[in-house]
């Protein structure tokens, strides 16, 4: 491990306890080697020769949804994220990964997707150009779990009038590469997206996905950056600010009604982007008023559960954390909770089923097509 910072990480994590109760996974198992300082001493063990990769350390690092939340709760905000990930990347490297995740990155590999071939004209009209101002791109999990998302941006770019189109193969933007350990085949990815993005040479690149989002700002390597110097890329919440902001969208104040509506902010576009405002700037104007804040929201707001290929890998996790924020939201007296994320939606919807929640789930952009 050749990060300054990850190994720093490693010598002081393992004799804090201090942000175990910042830890979703923690939180829902109660697993010591769930917390930051519990992943520090099993790699600590692993680099001083005193334990090998078994089965059992494989697992525990495949169950952690890189939220971010224990760096941010951290006095000195080690990145213990980064710790996982790279601990993953070591695990893959030396051939120790799980069946399930050597799966996965195949099937990525093979069908652009980690839920295999996906139909790629879902929730897209037949009248769309083949270029246009907007190149909408939804990701993966809205295509195979959300295309109900699909359909809302649709709706709202052909009610103001843009010009937009979507990639008929997608593919993958890498970051589930990078989440599963393998950070070539994630660099390759998003090589590939920056490529067929840059091929169809469109002024805006809208997304859903704060994950394709990250990868599409921070991700793109050096060599492929100058083919979309003049591409902006914006989240679907920053584009619909924008709309209203010069007119072009505008909603009526009566979509929610007497009910109260919640955000819950994505780790992704939260606190790994800083996007804070724009979704709750398109809430104020859809409904009149600010959402509800629950009691842990922005850079503090605790995980969906379904980051870091969680939502691939543990479903019965998932769901676990995912109950614990929901029930948070409930606490708050939330009708209606509102997010910006397909997984986060996914993650949360798991949770609500299983557990026969009365809570109604939305995305930025259904609750925008809604009060339309």
Not at 65 to 85: A, I, Q, Y
Not at 205 to 215: A, D, E, G, L, N
Not at 333 to 347: E, M
Request: net charge neutral; aromatic share 6%; charged share 20%.
């Amino acid at each position: 491990m050749e990060n300054p910072g990850v190994l720093d990480t490693i010598r002081n994590c393992r004799f804090c306890f201090m942000c175990r109760h910042a830890c979703p996974t923690f939180l829902a198992t109660k697993y010591d080697s769930h917390t930051p300082r519990g992943f520090a001493l099993l790699l600590s063990e692993v680099h001083e020769g005193l334990r090998d990769w078994t089965e059992d350390f494989v697992e525990r690092f495949y169950q952690c949804s890189l939220c971010g939340l224990c760096r941010e709760d951290c006095l000195f905000h080690w990145p213990e994220d980064e710790l996982v990930r790279q601990a993953r990347a070591e695990i893959a490297a030396a051939g120790r990964a799980p069946s399930s995740i050597k799966h996965l990155s195949s099937l990525i590999t093979q069908e652009g997707s980690p839920f295999g071939r996906l139909d790629p004209a879902a929730g897209v009209p037949a009248s769309v150009p083949a270029r246009g101002e907007v190149l909408y791109w939804p990701g993966c999990t809205a295509r195979k779990n959300q295309p109900e998302i699909i359909r809302a941006v649709g709706h709202i770019l052909d009610a103001i009038g843009s010009p937009w189109s979507r990639l008929d193969d997608e593919g993958c933007c890498g970051m589930p590469f990078l989440d599963l350990g393998y950070p070539e085949l994630a660099h390759h990815a998003i090589s590939a997206l920056a490529d067929r993005i840059s091929a169809v040479h469109p002024q805006i690149v809208v997304t859903s996905c704060p994950h394709c989002y990250r990868m599409l700002t921070e991700r793109i390597p050096e060599e492929r950056r100058g083919s979309l110097s003049d591409v902006q890329v914006m989240h679907t919440s920053e584009f619909l600010v924008k709309a209203i902001a010069t007119a072009r969208l505008r909603f009526r104040h009566s979509w929610a009604g007497s009910r109260i509506v919640g955000y819950h902010d994505p780790c992704q576009l939260g606190r790994k982007l800083g996007v804070y405002e724009a979704p709750r700037n398109v809430i104020l104007a859809a409904t009149g008023k600010p959402p509800v804040e629950l009691i842990h929201n922005r850079a503090g707001a605790e995980c969906c559960g379904g980051g870091g290929a969680m939502i691939l890998t543990n479903h019965e996790l998932v769901t676990r954390i995912a109950t614990l924020r929901l029930k948070a939201a409930m606490q708050e007296r939330v009708d209606i909770l509102v997010s910006s994320c397909p997984t986060c939606k996914t993650a949360l919807g798991m949770a609500r089923d299983q557990q026969g929640m009365n809570i109604d789930l939305v995305d930025i952009v259904e609750m925008a097509a809604m009060a339309l």
